[in-house]
């Protein structure tokens, strides 16, 4: 099915894609959520949450906490384990139903999987991996202000000039590209998890929030992948972007690998419950597995304090850790881009200087 330009003014609303995992909430959802309440406030619309699984509906409540005006529940038991066909099938449903504006999805491995399927089906355009979202409202704005009548009901203005504005990282983080998509609809867009800020928690949203069942049609043709089993990692993955306190390690731990990742894990333990993140160089080189990487193409993070060790400050690193509350960086060369944007920088040999602030934290805790 196509959507043309002459259907768009029929197009409401902002769509968050809320996804659960064994009946749980993801981070992602309510940083979405906050950021979609933003841009409906802007354009004046809905905030709906979608919300697909088995025995989900208590869930609702939670996402309107954080700003959504309505949750969409799409239950059934062949949804209770995410497939790609089954997921696609429901929300296409749902959207050329209901004809949302704009869907937003996290760029989870799970919103990677879904966003772009749901787009084809919906013969639209999905801006992938965004990290930041506006409306542009300005034609809107402007035709408002010029009009020469009073009553707008006979005048028709083109929504096609009410656009979602997608930005992101383009040749190799180098400049930043804002996308729009003008001429289909519903605009969709991934979001990198860790970026949008979460609103805080209102009991009053929450007990506000309308939570509406929407009827689910899926034949068992519909899905032609069956999950047998589903198998996790043994080992336990850092979680960089719950962290409050997070020490990064770069090729500046290169003379002694062992004992820098060492005195990172002892640093963030002496700030308390800290953990080791790591610059691409480091995973590259295997010295750190992937989750520990901070960047463009690894994690956004925005802990309360973060610690650079040995980190020349590459654009791409800055883009993943930018936005923490307090930057710390300890390096060799004065004049290491990462001192540009550090709250306190130490020029110095990292082996030397991060067992000095270890003592130092733990005398100032005694
Ligand atoms: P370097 O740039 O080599 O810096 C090492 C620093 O350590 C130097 O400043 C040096 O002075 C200092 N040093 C050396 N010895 C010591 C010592 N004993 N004590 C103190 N300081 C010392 N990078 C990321 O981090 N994350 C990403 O997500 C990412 N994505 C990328 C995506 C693309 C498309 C591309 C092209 C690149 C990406 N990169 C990313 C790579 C990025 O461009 C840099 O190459 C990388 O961040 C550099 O890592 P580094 O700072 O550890 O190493």
Excluded at 6 to 19: G, L, T
Excluded at 20 to 45: H, V, W
Aim: proline share 3%.
């Amino acid at each position: 099915m196509a959507f043309n330009s002459a259907d768009i003014n029929a197009f409401k609303d902002i769509w968050v894609f809320c996804e659960q995992r064994n009946g749980e909430l993801m981070n992602t959802d309510f940083e979405l959520i906050s950021e979609g309440r933003k841009l409906a406030d802007e354009r004046g619309s809905q905030l709906v949450g979608i919300l697909l699984g088995h025995n989900v509906e208590g869930l609702a409540k939670e996402l309107g906490g954080y700003g959504a005006d309505k949750v969409i529940v799409c239950d059934d038991p062949e949804l209770e384990v995410y497939t790609t066909d089954a997921y696609t099938k429901v929300i296409c449903d749902a959207a050329m139903d209901l004809k949302p504006e704009v869907i937003l999805l996290g760029a989870s491995n799970i919103g990677r999987d879904l966003g772009p399927r749901c787009a084809a089906r919906l013969n639209t355009g999905l801006t992938a991996d965004c990290t930041h979202l506006d409306i542009d409202m300005d034609k809107y704005v402007n035709f408002l202000e010029t009009s020469s009548t009073l009553d707008l009901s006979n005048t028709k203005f083109d929504m096609e000039d009410v656009n979602l504005k997608m930005t992101r990282p383009a040749f190799g983080g180098h400049l930043m590209a804002t996308i729009i998509c003008p001429r289909f609809r519903p605009c969709m867009s991934t979001v990198r998890p860790g970026v949008m800020k979460k609103a805080p928690f209102s009991q009053e949203r929450a007990d506000a929030c309308v939570v509406e069942k929407y009827p689910v049609a899926l034949a068992k043709d519909d899905i032609k992948t069956q999950v047998l089993d589903v198998v996790k990692e043994a080992k336990q993955i850092v979680d960089l972007i719950g962290a409050d306190v997070i020490v990064s390690v770069g090729r500046g731990i290169g003379k002694d690998i062992q004992k820098g990742i060492e005195l990172a894990g002892q640093l963030a333990d002496a700030f308390g419950g800290g953990v080791v993140g790591g610059s691409r160089v480091t995973i590259d080189s295997g010295w750190l597995s992937a989750d520990h990487q901070v960047g463009q193409t690894g994690k956004t993070v925005h802990p309360k304090v973060y610690v650079a060790l040995g980190i020349s400050g590459a654009i791409q690193h800055k883009a993943g850790m930018q936005d923490s509350e307090l930057i710390i960086a300890v390096n060799k060369d004065e004049t290491a881009p990462i001192f540009e944007i550090a709250d306190y920088g130490i020029t110095g040999d990292l082996f030397k200087v991060v067992p000095l602030m270890i003592d130092a934290i733990k005398a100032a805790r005694e």
